[in-house]
């Protein structure tokens, strides 16, 4: 199962950073871009399918909706998530390109060491400044690979389900509405996300109402009817399934944190 992290998918300069040691994160995509560094030891990546292993002092830059896993089992190692706002003259220009991994220059990877990678953000201005450099230096040090096919077809589908989510959403109205045969359509489906529509379509949906819950203004029945659960029943079977939680025990369990 391909997981879709929604956390990851926001705009308005949504930024996280954080340095890693022992962990591994499944097959997962999301809206934002990654940039992985590591510090010492190795990373084993996976991205669209195909394994590599970064070495100390290489970088990989994901745009968004690369597939990706990543495992960290020595060393450790710098994970950087932001949205395309921070380097708005490079996504339109590069959109549909995805670089392997590389190198910095040794007077860059000092500066970005200092200003870039660590816990938490940089001051906002430094922040920018440093991921331009990140992808100077990626267009210099990577090579290019196209990713229009893996990128356009996940961003499609899930553009399609987000905007429609509380519509009752079928595979072949995604399949007409990209123009695609639905049997070709549905064989691309599964290649690419691993598990069956529904299965995905409940996922989004989870999601979705995980962050609607979590605002006190939204009340279960409203989120469940804007996440497009159809009834309260449903909903409950759902996200019991995903999460162990009721929708109301999850709800009254994030107010809680907040108030903590």
């Keep these: 199962m391909i997981l879709h992290q929604v956390s990851n998918s926001r705009g308005n300069f949504n930024y996280n950073a954080y340095i890693y040691h022992n962990v591994y994160w499944a097959p997962h995509f999301h809206g934002n871009y990654e940039l992985i560094y590591v510090f010492e030891g190795v990373a084993d990546i996976s991205v669209n399918g195909v394994a590599d292993v970064l070495g100390q002092g290489e970088l990989i830059l994901l745009p968004p909706y690369t597939v990706h896993s990543l495992r960290i089992t020595e060393g450790s190692t710098w994970v950087g998530v932001f949205s395309e706002d921070f380097i708005s003259s490079y996504a339109k220009e590069y959109k549909y390109v995805r670089y392997s991994k590389f190198k910095c220059s040794a007077d860059v990877e000092e500066i970005l060491k200092k200003y870039l990678f660590f816990e938490g953000a940089p001051e906002h201005f430094m922040h920018i400044a440093c991921l331009y450099m990140v992808c100077n230096e990626c267009v210099k040090n990577g090579a ?117």
Excluded: W
Excluded at 151 to 161: A, K, P, T
Excluded at 163 to 169: A, C, F, T, V
């Design 144 to 260: 290019p690979h196209s990713a229009v096919q893996n990128y356009q077809f996940i961003y499609e589908v899930v553009n399609f389900i987000s905007e429609n989510l509380s519509q009752d959403i079928a595979l072949i109205d995604i399949a007409d509405a990209m123009n695609y045969e639905y049997h070709y359509f549905s064989s691309l489906f599964h290649q690419y996300f691993s598990m069956n529509f529904k299965s995905f379509i409940n996922l989004l949906r989870f999601e979705r109402s995980c962050a609607l819950l979590s605002d006190k203004d939204n009340s279960v029945t409203s989120v469940a009817e804007a996440c497009g659960f159809g009834s309260i029943r449903n909903f409950n079977r759902v996200f019991k399934e995903l999460s162990g939680y009721t929708p109301r025990e999850y709800k009254s369990q994030q107010l809680h944190i907040k108030k903590a």
